[in-house]
């Protein structure tokens, strides 16, 4: 009870109830016999308060401003005097009074109520309301962010019929999603600190208040989904509120690939779409193996529909007019007159391309430094016209849907008829009804490798009798993989040059650039792509070997003095004497040839055509690759593979003589190239998109475990390319895309650099009467010419129009048949 002796001001401010502070605590203060400090606030602008506020606050500074601190010592003391004599206190004064409420010494006040002063250092500091005022803090901190997280929840709920579309889960991105939580809760974002961090927080906070505000939940759990984390991962971070449980994710699947395949369906009633599909083998591993329960390779197959927005919608007209063209084309077959009369028409874009491809080789050297040259910006420099280049940006990216993967191999023709039943339902062809519809009024495009387009069209050619054309598939096209022939290609190129380590082939090249494994030819693995890459390289050592001859330099630095239109003629004349069939036939006519200077000319010739195929196929220029067919058909006719000349020739006849003009456009523009971002130099064929499918199948989102089956599997695929965009939007998001998805490529010159010393030593582009090759295997024959001569031979020709030419059914006899389901899952 307190001293009923003592003032109410002292009883009021007396230090004796509250804890102690000890004075080396109080150190701050210099001096022991410092007084009180005086309260001087800042000065705090009006325009900001209310009116009211405005005058609490006048008032209390006009009373301020008569008293000094004696006179406010004195006032204080009179008051609590007063208050003691009515019987209340400063609390009950406070509780009945709101002028503090206005006045700009509340924060101050409350202040010194947390942390009162003292006299001086050797007093102990009062403790003051520290405890009370922090509860009071807590609870109004607390209240305020239980707000703000009521009004943000709702903005970061992701309804379930929105979680299956990739539009959907990507369009709110995080930037955008951080704004709004600073927006509508600033007071919890300013007590944390890092963007995403804060981010992840608010969400996981909020998604602990309501599990309907799960949108990063949700995207998480798709992503970790299929970047690996296993079951007991997706638990713990599920515990924590950071992603949606792991059968969520598992069970999101199959609605994913319901809503993909329902998009794909949409679209395919608005825009013409492409189909491929290639051979694809999966391991099923199990942990306990019975007679039942056994790991195996499974085989299957995987197909994806192309679709291109910017592709007009074929003519309802375009079913019956192939039908009608196919019957005249198939009696007037090409003939070798016809095929060189196309080449001899063809042949001047791509020498103009081939010229400019060497003039690149000079530009882009170390040497010449083109950034310092002096007609670095001349029109002359610039690149010939595209023949016919398909238009690039986002609206005209090509769309993807991947059906789902079956267990049908490849391996006959019958396994390929059923993959045909198979596809037709996945793409809503089940009935009897709907495959009417497609074979009276559709063209539908195949596209594969080589193996499955020969299989389709001798499926194609069986069926010639069948009773309707559904069943014929009348109203089919098909059209190889350019990968594939590109592919093709390089290797009738290894086999050509390959040589010894003796010569100055591609086996010394491998050799000397210790390029391993490419010694034999090869289908599968890295073969393709190390292969392309020295390909490029020794043409490139070549050329700019053959620049220091065409020109008459020691240096390729000697070139910067000559002008853009001197180093344009210097190029076509590289290529008309080192580098053409017209230099080969002036060196032949010469006494003594010089054996491996004339070879050196047949590979520039080559592998310029090789280099130009390449770039057109890579900038869109299908024009270009089409100009390209004929000297295609040399290159496999002479190097005998048969079945990619006879692929050629298939291409040859129906862009000349068996499909209406419309569909030749539709082919060439949307049945060879796709592509996914709309870029400039980022087109491919459409069977390596294929193929680049067919990994993310196996590796990229490959699922593991005991379970996975077929049956799955083919629910999931089709979910794969939403799977992709989020991922690949997460990525950005957090800023790790660019983490394995792109490799320093090490630089070439210093293997171009080794190589061409190579052939400067050995005196290989100097003329030399008489020279002849190491060994007989160095010598590499003419395959260009051995083409074009057996094409000429008349039983060339007629065994591939053989094996194709037979009269078609017109019947349109249409039985009832069992279909099986609509939607083929």
């Not at 109080?26 to 308060?49: G, M, N, R, W």
């Not at 389709?456 to 594939?484: I, K, M, P, Y």
């Amino acid at each position: 009870m307190a001293d009923p002796s003592t003032t109410y001001y002292e009883r009021e401010f007396s230090d004796d109830e509250v804890s102690q502070v000890s004075s080396e605590e109080a150190s701050d203060i210099e001096s022991e016999q410092e007084s009180i400090p005086s309260f001087k606030p800042t000065a705090v602008s009006l325009d900001s308060q209310t009116m009211e506020d405005n005058m609490f606050r006048s008032a209390t500074a006009a009373k301020r401003d008569k008293l000094d601190d004696k006179g406010i010592l004195e006032a204080v003391r009179k008051t609590c005097e007063t208050m003691d004599r009515e019987g209340i206190n400063l609390p009950i004064l406070l509780d009945a009074r709101t002028s503090l409420l206005h006045s700009k010494e509340l924060p101050t006040v409350l202040e010194r109520w947390e942390k009162p002063p003292r006299a001086s250092s050797g007093i102990v500091r009062p403790a003051g309301a520290s405890k009370m005022l922090k509860k009071f803090a807590l609870k109004v901190t607390i209240n305020t962010i239980n707000e703000e997280l009521q009004v943000l929840g709702p903005k970061l709920h992701l309804p379930a019929e929105d979680h299956v579309k990739a539009s959907h889960l990507t369009e709110q991105t995080i930037g955008g999603l951080t704004e709004k939580m600073k927006e509508d809760a600033p007071v919890l974002w300013g007590l944390l600190e890092q963007a995403l961090i804060i981010f992840a927080i608010i969400s996981m906070i909020t998604y602990s208040r309501s599990h309907n505000s799960n949108r990063l939940q949700k995207l998480l759990a798709i992503y970790f989904k299929f970047r690996g984390v296993s079951a007991k991962g997706f638990d713990t971070l599920h515990a924590i509120g950071l992603t949606m449980s792991h059968k969520w994710a598992c069970d999101v699947v199959e609605a994913l690939s319901t809503e993909a395949r329902n998009e794909m369906l949409a679209k395919m009633e608005t825009f013409p779409w492409v189909c491929s599909y290639d051979n694809v083998n999966i391991p099923f591993r199990v942990f306990s193996q019975r007679l039942d329960n056994q790991s195996e390779l499974g085989q299957g197959t995987a197909a994806t529909v192309y679709i291109k927005r910017n592709a007009e919608k074929l003519s309802e007209f375009l079913n019956q007019r192939l039908k009608e063209k196919r019957a005249e084309g198939i009696k007037k077959p090409l003939t070798a007159r016809d095929i060189i009369k196309i080449d001899n028409e063809c042949f001047p874009r791509v020498e103009e391309q081939m010229k400019y491809v060497v003039l690149r080789m000079l530009l882009d050297s170390p040497e010449f430094n083109l950034q310092s040259y002096k007609d670095k910006d001349s029109d002359a420099l610039k690149a010939p016209a595209p023949v016919d280049e398909l238009p690039t940006g986002l609206d005209h990216r090509t769309l993807q849907y991947l059906l789902g993967t079956v267990n049908i191999a490849e391996a006959s023709y019958d396994d390929h008829d059923r993959l045909l039943g198979e596809w037709y339902k996945q793409l809503g062809f089940g009935t009897l009804a709907h495959q009417m519809a497609l074979a009276k009024s559709k063209i539908v495009t195949w596209v594969g490798d080589q193996l499955t387009v020969d299989r389709l069209r001798h499926l194609f050619t069986f069926r010639a009798q069948d009773d309707n054309s559904f069943d014929r598939l009348d109203f089919s096209a098909f059209v190889f993989g350019w990968l594939h022939l590109q592919m093709a290609f390089a290797n009738s190129l290894h086999k050509q040059y390959l040589g010894t380590s003796k010569g100055r082939g591609l086996a010394q090249a491998f050799e000397l650039l210790n390029k391993k494994g490419l010694f034999t030819a090869r289908t599968q693995g890295p073969f393709h792509h190390d292969l392309d890459e020295v390909l490029k390289h020794v043409g490139i050592a070549h050329i700019r070997e053959d620049w220091l001859e065409i020109a008459g330099v020691s240096k390729l630095e000697d070139l910067r003095s000559r002008s853009a239109q001197e180093l344009c003629l210097l190029a076509s004349k590289l290529v008309e004497i080192y580098a053409s069939s017209d230099g080969i036939d002036a060196m032949d006519a010469t006494n003594q040839q010089d054996e491996p200077q004339r070879q050196v000319v047949m590979w520039n010739r080559d592998i310029l055509q090789y280099i130009v195929l390449d770039n057109a196929i890579r900038n869109g220029d299908v024009g270009l690759m089409e100009k390209l067919l004929p000297t295609l058909l040399f290159q496999f006719l002479g190097g005998g593979n048969g079945k990619y000349a006879n692929e050629v020739l298939e291409l040859l006849q129906g862009l000349h003589r068996e499909w209406p003009a419309e569909l030749c456009t539709f082919v060439r523009h949307h049945c060879w190239l796709v592509n996914s971002t709309g870029a400039p130099g980022k087109w491919c064929p459409i069977d390596k998109a294929q193929e680049m499918n067919i990994k993310d199948i196996k590796v990229t989102y490959r699922s593991e475990g005991p379970n996975i089956k077929w049956d799955y599997l083919k629910k999931l695929h089709p979910a794969i390319p939403t799977i992709r965009i989020v991922t690949e939007f997460i990525e950005q998001q957090f800023g790790t895309l660019v983490r394995g998805k792109r490799h320093t490529i090490p630089s070439a010159e210093k293997d171009i650099q080794k190589l061409r010393k190579s052939y400067a030593d050995s005196e290989l582009h100097k003329v030399k009467k008489g020279r002849k090759h190491a060994t007989a295997k160095d010598k590499a024959k003419d395959v260009t010419l051995e083409g074009n001569l057996r094409l000429q031979k008349r039983q060339t020709l007629e065994k591939w129009n053989m094996g194709r030419a037979f009269e078609r059914s017109v019947d349109k006899s249409w039985a009832e048949s069992d279909s099986g389901s609509e939607d083929g899952f």
